[in-house]
């Protein structure tokens, strides 16, 4: 009995197990039908709303395009108007500006031609004064040369005057011995005509008086020359002790311009360049003296090493001259390194020209008390140099 039960329980769940297989094998096929027939019309709906999308959307894009076109026709539109705003104020700013510009040019131009006029005009000044300058310095070079040779004119004159005179004495004691030699031998002859040996004898005395008188002569001609001479020599110490001034003048000149430096302000400019034209005046002057004293030295002419001192003095004041010349124009164009370079090569050369004086006036004096003051000229020129050194 229960083997019974446990078979029909058996077949009743087999049978049950396959109708609800059976079932759901049915529901899940309506379930599947059901749900394409969902996933259909979903999609047809969607396929609608896209095309209603698409639509709306098109016309939308239309209605933008639209107004974007109406938009850029304003702005076009816009824009022409402002272009066309803009040219004409353009137009009548480059109309201002070109009117600004033509009175800008007229009175440039005119500024342009008065400093053309101003500049010309001054350069003709400039030109002028330079010229007016160089013919004071021409002028008064030529002065001093006319100077020079009016005394070298005097003093030759003087010299052949004193010499006239001495010949004019000669002849005059020879005049006088003649005729007393002539005297005598009338005398002599009218006296004693008949007695020749006496007369002779006379005749012999006179002739030794004569003769000593000659000699006389010839001890006083010497005696002039070396008078002369001793004349010459001291006019020539006279002019070493006048060159011996002029160079202390100088010294402290140019011992100034070595303790001043390059100017930098306008008024220590316009005094260093009057400062320089007098030094430049003075060595011209030193020039035509050294012409002088090589005359003098010339007439005595036994101080071989005196004249050639005084070559060397002249070649240092040409080249100290165009040091000069350098200066002043440095000091226009205010160039203080040239400046340099030129002050040290004119304190070079005034050094040199400076210690020839030196030598010159040890040949005339001796050398003892010469070289100390040689040694204290060298240091009047070394120690405001140094300074200028450290000061600068």
């Known amino acids: 009995m229960a083997g019974l039960v446990s078979n029909v329980a058996g077949r009743f769940l087999d049978l049950f197990s396959s109708e609800t297989e059976n079932l759901k094998t049915e529901l899940n096929r309506e379930n599947e ?17 896209e095309i209603s999308q698409r639509a709306i959307q098109q016309q939308m894009m239309q209605d933008l395009q639209g107004k974007r076109k109406q938009e850029i026709d304003l702005i076009e539109s816009g824009e022409a108007k402002l ?9 009548k700013i480059d109309a201002n500006n070109i009117e600004k510009l033509e009175k800008l040019e007229a009175v440039m131009t005119q500024k342009i031609k008065e400093i053309d006029d101003n500049y010309g005009r001054l350069k003709k000044d400039l030109k002028t004064r330079e010229e007016e300058l160089l013919n004071v310095r021409q002028e008064q ?36 011995t003649k005729e007393n030699y002539e005297d005598e031998y009338k005398l002599e002859k009218c006296i004693n005509d008949e007695d020749n040996k006496n007369f002779q004898l006379k005749v012999q005395q006179n002739n030794y008086l004569g003769a000593r008188r000659i000699a006389q002569m010839e001890m006083l001609l010497m005696e002039q020359v070396k008078k002369l001479k001793s004349e010459q020599k001291d006019r020539l110490k006279m002019e070493i002790i006048r060159l011996y001034s002029l160079k202390h003048t100088m010294q402290e000149a140019i011992n100034s311009i070595i303790m001043t430096g390059f100017p930098t302000k306008k008024n220590e400019k316009i005094k260093a360049q009057k400062h ?16 002088v004293l090589e005359r003098k030295v010339a ?25 000069i010349a350098t200066l002043l124009k440095n000091l226009k164009k205010g160039e203080e390194e040239h400046w340099r370079t030129s002050e040290q090569l004119f304190i070079k050369e005034m050094t040199i020209v400076f210690e020839s004086i030196n030598t010159i006036a040890m040949i005339d004096s001796g050398k003892r008390d010469m070289n100390k003051a040689l040694q204290l000229n060298i240091l009047k020129v070394e120690i405001p140099r140094q300074e200028a050194n450290a000061q600068r």
Not at 83 to 91: A, M, P
């Open 83 to 91: 272009k066309e705003e803009n040219r004409i104020e353009i137009n």
């Open 33 to 49: 039908i059901e749900h394409n027939q969902i996933m259909r019309e979903k999609n047809e709906r969607l396929r609608e709303f």
């Open 276 to 291: 320089l034209e007098s030094v430049l005046a003075q060595i011209y002057g030193l020039s035509a003296y050294m012409i």
């Open 141 to 176: 070079r030529n002065q001093q040369i006319a100077d020079i040779k009016e005394i070298e004119a005097l003093y030759e004159k003087l010299s052949q005057s004193r010499v006239d005179v001495r010949d004019k004495q000669f002849l005059e004691i020879l005049r006088a």
């Open 299 to 323: 007439e005595i002419g036994d101080l071989d090493e005196m004249k050639r001192q005084i070559v060397t003095v002249k070649q240092g004041i040409t080249k100290s001259g165009m040091a």
